[in-house]
């Protein structure tokens, strides 16, 4: 049985906020626009916090991660964080809240096949994950990242891998 596989995509954070206040809805909102845009420039698929409503985001992941197949998976912060302990998935992940569980059993595929990026906020995570991983970029002038502000090391790291596999 041949499967069909997806190239990219992208994991936009589930909303987990207890007791917002509009603001907080409100800026959730807008910044989900914003990620969704630059995430389609990006990849083929975007599930964005409607399509967590209501589920078990880890087995959301999973299911869509096992039908797709997709070459890579972008997640973004609590999105990131379950994105950690998948082994044989390319992926990127963008502040994702890291232990030191995510460190143990950690492949050198998975070290070789994640790449993560920190923003200032995100200092102490940064400096767990860079103890095990090498592909890791830390911004401490950002107190927060975006798609956007990503974009091109995306399609780069994402090209690049591609022509690696086309010359095996």
Not at 54 to 82: M, S
Not at 107 to 119: G, V
Request: some cysteine; hydrophobic content about 35%.
């Amino acid at each position: 049985m041949d499967h069909k596989t997806t190239g990219i995509i992208s994991f936009l954070p589930y909303w987990d906020v207890r007791n917002p206040s509009l603001e907080d809805q409100t800026g959730f909102i807008i910044s989900e626009m914003f990620e969704e845009d630059e995430c389609l420039k990006i990849g083929d698929k975007v599930y964005s916090s409607n399509d967590f409503h209501k589920k078990d985001p880890k087995e959301f992941i999973r299911e869509v991660i096992r039908k797709e197949r997709p070459e890579w998976v972008i997640g973004i912060g609590n999105i990131a964080t379950i994105l950690m302990e998948y082994k044989r998935q390319k992926k990127i992940v963008i502040n994702p809240t890291v232990t030191l569980d995510d460190l143990n059993w950690v492949t050198p595929e998975m070290i070789r096949d994640t790449y993560a990026f920190f923003s200032a906020d995100h200092e102490k995570d940064y400096e767990m994950y860079s103890r095990v991983y090498r592909n890791v970029g830390f911004f401490p002038a950002k107190k927060s990242l975006f798609i956007g502000d990503l974009t091109s090391a995306i399609k780069g790291i994402i090209k690049e891998s591609r022509e690696i596999a086309m010359q095996k």
